[in-house]
Antibody, heavy 119, light 110 residues
Framework: QITLKESGPALVKPTQTLTLTCTFS??????????VGWIRQPPGKALEWLAL???????RYSPSLKNRLTITMGTSKNQVVLSMTNLDPVDTATYFC???????????WGQGTLVTVSS | SYVLTQPPSVSVAPGQTARITCEGD??????VHWYQQKPGQAPVVVVY???VRPSGIPERFTGSNSGNTATLTISWAEAGDEADYYC?????????????FGTGTKVTVL
């Protein structure tokens, strides 16, 4: 059974850097074809894909946010970390991490973590 | 960048059929996934690769993809189908490969 859980600060000040951790179980990110992605959802708005890291450490970023995002494998083999710089109130959203294999959708999601950007 | 457009809302009577469209340029050249999201919950895949249902998803959920429009059809709609629905594709047509979500459709079962 695949599970994922997001963790990080609930409140961040404008201009600060947000660091979120996705801790997962039930799969290995060293298995060929496996990836973990980050998706966010502002309150009452649509889903927005942010970043994805593949089993081979290849990384993909949303074109509109790539200058602000960094995705890495965590120090623990079952973690993925997303950093976003220069936060703005419009970045207020629920941030999800999700499992994905080759040519599949995001088939397992974490519960999400709400991040509010406010001074 | 690639854009997927969905109607903001669709209403359906119980027992009737709801159709949710997802418009994108030559979308039939891409595999379309559909997610259902209920309030306060994470999205769940209801159809992937245009028309494949994951295990546990009722046969009432079917998908199709042709030309510039993909469609999720919910037959014999039930109150439990009330949710937001999102289409999603992988856009590999430019140097900036990306995963794109649609604008979302709120389905109301009246």
């Amino acid at each position: 059974q695949i599970t994922l859980k997001e963790s990080g600060p609930a409140l961040v000040k404008p201009t600060q850097t947000l660091t979120l951790t996705c801790t997962f179980s039930g799969f290995s990110l060293s298995t060929s074809g496996v990836s973990v992605g980050w998706i966010r959802q502002p309150p009452g708005k649509a889903l927005e894909w942010l970043a994805l890291i593949y089993w081979d450490d290849d990384k993909r970023y949303s074109p509109s946010l790539k200058n602000r995002l960094t995705i890495t494998m965590g120090t623990s083999k079952n973690q993925v970390v997303l950093s976003m710089t220069n936060l703005d109130p419009v970045d207020t959203a629920t941030y999800f991490c999700a499992h994905k294999a080759v040519v599949t959708p995001f088939d397992s999601w974490g519960q999400g973590t709400l991040v509010t950007v406010s001074s | 960048s690639y854009v997927l457009t969905q109607p903001p809302s669709v209403s359906v009577a119980p027992g009737q059929t709801a159709r949710i469209t997802c418009e994108g340029d030559n979308i039939d050249s891409k595999g379309v996934h559909w997610y259902q999201q209920k309030p306060g919950q994470a999205p769940v895949v209801v159809v992937y690769d245009d028309s494949v249902r994951p295990s546990g998803i009722p046969e009432r959920f079917t998908g199709s993809n042709s030309g510039n429009t993909a469609t999720l059809t919910i037959s014999w709609a039930e109150a439990g189908d009330e949710a937001d629905y999102y289409c999603q594709v992988w856009d590999g047509t430019s140097d900036d490969l990306s995963y794109v979500f649609g604008t979302g459709t709120k389905v109301t079962v009246l």
